[in-house]
């Protein structure tokens, strides 16, 4: 198993992590493009978006309540942030393993392509 996230998420590979439950795994990124710079993952290995399916796509609702708890508590939820999912090569996916980056505490730039 190659997966750098799924090496994460098993603790192989230390990360600085801020939340964890049954089925998500939120921890810092290691390049934070902005002050809260926060990657939410499911614990399954789900490569993108383009994998979501009717029988996985409960957790993603899931990642979005963390979303809105951890926003709250890293203190952009009043400020604003932005959450991006990266989806193939256009789209500058990296890592292929599904992940939602929380970005914010500065106001970030408006251009989306
Ligand atoms: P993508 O470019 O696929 O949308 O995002 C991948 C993100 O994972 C990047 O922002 C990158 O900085 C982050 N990343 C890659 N490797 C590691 C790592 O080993 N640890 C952490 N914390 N973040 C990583
Ligand atoms: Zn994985």
Redesign the pocket.
């Known amino acids: 198993m190659s997966c750098?996230?799924c090496k994460?998420i098993s603790g192989e590979?230390p990360?600085?992590k801020v939340y964890e439950d049954e089925s998500v795994y939120a921890?810092?990124?290691?390049?934070?493009?902005a002050p809260v710079?926060v990657?939410i993952v499911p614990k399954t290995h789900i490569a993108s978006v383009n994998e979501v399916t009717s029988e996985n796509s409960a957790v993603i609702a899931h990642i979005y309540e963390v979303a809105a708890q951890l926003a709250k508590e890293l203190g952009v939820a009043e400020s604003g942030y932005r959450i991006?999912?990266?989806c193939g090569a256009n789209?500058?996916?990296?890592?292929?393993h599904l992940?939602f980056?929380l970005l914010g505490g500065q106001p970030l730039k408006t251009d989306m392509c």
């Open positions: 750098i996230f994460i590979i990360s600085k921890f810092y990124d290691i390049q934070p493009m710079h990657l991006v999912s990266n789209a500058g996916q990296t890592v292929f992940h980056h």
